[in-house]
């Protein structure tokens, strides 16, 4: 926009790190859905163990 400023140079600056935050914000929601995914596959897992373990303290199984 005004090149060859302090401003321009500023706005280029922001222009540059907007990118690299969407990309880095991406890349955290991308992170934060696979921690989601094992958790819930996590606490799956240990419900059918507890599941499994209530059945076999009863002694159903």
Known sequence: MYPGTKAGGLLNGIRRWRKFIRVG??????????????????????DSVSLRHDRVSKGTE
């Open 25 to 46: 914000m991406d890349i955290v929601m991308i992170k934060m859905e696979r921690v989601k995914t094992e958790m819930d596959l996590i606490s799956t897992c240990v």
